[in-house]
Every structure is written in C-alpha cells, then in structure tokens.
C-alpha cells in the first residue's frame, strides 16, 4: 500500500509503534452496507443478519434508480432496522435522507458539505463524510460538522472503486487527537479485521463479507472478533 497522500504529510511510522487503543473509547462496533441489489429476498437477509448479532448500523446504498423507486425499496428495510434499533443511514442522497426521515446520511467528497446536510435534515441525524485517506479531509468534515469520518479502502474490495489506500495507522492518530469516532472501510473481513481493530477503529463497514455469503455466520465471526 501506498503511503498516505495527504496535505499534512506522511504519519510517523513510530507512531503506530507507540499507539495503544485508548479503552475509554466504546468497543469498536459493525457497521452494514447494503449490497446495490436489495430487491427480492433481500428483507429476510437483512433482519436475519440483524438478529445474529449487535449491529450498530445499516447503510442503504443503492444506484442508478430514481428517488420514489429508491425509497420504495429502502421502505422494508428500514422497519426491519428501527424494530431493531440499528440506525438506518442512507448513502450519498440528503434528499432521500429528507423523504424517508432517515437517522443518518453518508456523504462522499461530492455528495454535499456536512453543513447543508445538517440544515435540512436537523440537528438529530447522523451524519457521516468518506474522507478516504486524508487526515485534512477528516478535519474538515469535523469542523463542518459531521458526527463521524470514513477512512479507506483499507484492503482490496470489489464493491466500488478505490483509489485510496490508508495504512491503518491513520485511525490510530484520528482515534488518539479526536473524540469524533472513526468508521474503517474497504474489504475488511474477521480474518483482517483486527488490525483496523487495534488501530483504533471505532466501527467497520463491511459488505461482501456479510452479503456474499450465509449473513448471519458472517455477523457472528464479526462479534467474535469485536469481542
């Protein structure tokens, strides 16, 4: 992997060395992302993944269809979370967010500023910025008011594109400078999890590794590695 491209400059590899995951943080939580195909049998998935385990949130990420065809689908999905009480986030659309009342909305870099996403859905959502792997993206996304920041891809994934690729130290530094809480992101599975763990993580996104296979297997072997 490649260094950390970033305005501020490369992180100190000793710093790593020298990090401990400070305790006083909440234990590290999991974070679903929706695959783009939630149509069909997707529903049971989801509250079967759901009833396997602690989640903390699900994120509806979806593309290519328009905005009453996107909530007509995210409508099952988000009884199935509110009856669980997992936070249901929806990716990249404040509007959406808007209509469906939504807990939170997930901004990418051109999706829309913290700001605007907080004057239209209120001061009660969650909001959350990708900030890939610059340290100067995650404190502007802070300083505009976002509730948490996305760093990654932290391994290779096939569910999107990725140019960035941050070594896992840069949670340690966000984890031990701010109180903001840090999502990890990108192809992280229970084998390679527990280094974004110890890093600092304080939620892991993860997709295929749940929906690609039996979900509810997948959340188990996640919550014995959060354990």
Known sequence: ??????????????FAAAFTRDLNRPPCQLYLISPLDVSGTFPDRLARALDAGPVAAFQFR???????EAAALAEPLQRICADREVAFIVNDSISLAKRLGADGVHLGQEDGDPREARAVLGPEVQIGVTCHDSRHLAME??????????FGSFYPTTTKEVKHHPEPVILSW????FELPCVA??????????????????FLAVS?????????????????VLR
């Open 208 to 224: 295929h590794a749940v929906w690609g296979g039996d979900e509810a297997a997948a959340v188990r072997a996640f919550q014995e």
């Open 62 to 68: 979806v593309k290519d269809v328009n905005q009453h």
């Open 174 to 177: 966000w984890s031990t400078v």
């Open 141 to 150: 996304a802070g300083e505009a008011g976002a509730d948490y920041v996305a």
């Open 185 to 202: 992101i990108g192809g992280i599975t229970p084998a390679n999890a527990p280094p974004l763990v110890a890093a600092g993580a304080d």
């Open 1 to 14: 992997m490649r260094m950390i491209d970033d305005p501020l400059g490369p992180l100190d590899p000793e």
